[in-house]
């Protein structure tokens, strides 16, 4: 089993929709989670850090359940400018640098 | 404030060649990852030095490659020799202790091995 596993999509939505990925993780370890956003042939960059209690920056809400052993990012109104490849990220614990990354979930917003 | 700085931004070699890949991280930052992606296998680290020193390099794939951080603010990736299983993206990333899950990338080095 991989130890992150999202779906690539595209996912295509229209401008002002909402738009949830989801991703799971293998390792019930695992301590940190992230989403990374990463344009089109550009580098991956940190878009927020993903909370036990969920939590919210503007649009974008992100959830973690470690029962279930997944992650969620919600992307409410879509913007043109949120067209791109979310990265779910791990830590597998606090004295590591190590992340672990997914294969990424790719959205595509339309006018 | 200048970013991560990769050289070359795009490489283009022949089988059985020597590459070197060269990052300079954000000043001050005392992480550094070098990672490779692909569509099949996305994003992997090959690497992590902290203080200049490598931490964890089970990601490198075999003997061909090799890693350096003679100082902090400077470090080689190193493939001889080279195949065409190489070509990827190559990043190279810094952070600091305390947020290193903050990764900041540099633009990537996109490698051709024909």
């Known amino acids: 089993r991989k130890e992150v596993e999202q779906d690539p999509g595209p996912f295509n939505v229209p401008e002002g929709a909402t738009v949830a990925f989801n991703c799971t993780y293998s390792?019930?370890?695992?301590?940190?989670f992230f989403w990374y956003r990463q344009d089109c042939r550009k580098e991956p960059k940190l878009l927020m850090s993903?909370?036990?209690s969920g939590n919210e920056d503007g649009r974008f809400t992100a959830q973690l359940n470690r029962a279930s052993q997944y992650i969620s990012l919600l992307i409410r109104d879509s913007k043109l400018s949120d067209s791109a490849t979310y990265l779910c990220v791990f830590r597998g614990s606090s004295n590591t640098g190590k992340l672990i990354f997914g294969q990424g979930t790719t959205l595509q917003v339309k006018p | 404030d200048a970013g991560v700085i990769q050289s070359p931004r795009h490489e283009v070699t022949e089988m059985g060649q020597e590459v070197t890949l060269r990052c300079k991280p954000i000043s001050g930052h005392d992480y550094l990852f070098w990672y490779r992606q692909t569509m099949m296998r996305g994003l992997e680290l090959l690497i992590y030095?902290?203080?200049?020193?490598?931490?964890?390099d089970s990601g490198m794939p075999e003997d061909r490659f090799s890693a350096k951080m003679p100082n902090a603010s400077f470090s080689t990736l190193k493939i001889q020799p080279s195949e065409p299983r190489d070509s990827a993206v190559y990043f190279c990333a810094s952070s600091l202790t305390g947020t290193v899950y903050e990764q900041y990338f540099g633009p990537g080095t996109r490698l051709t091995v024909t």
């Open positions: 993903v909370y036990s």
């Open positions: 390792n019930s370890a695992s301590q940190s």
């Open positions: 030095f902290n203080n200049n020193v490598p931490i964890d």
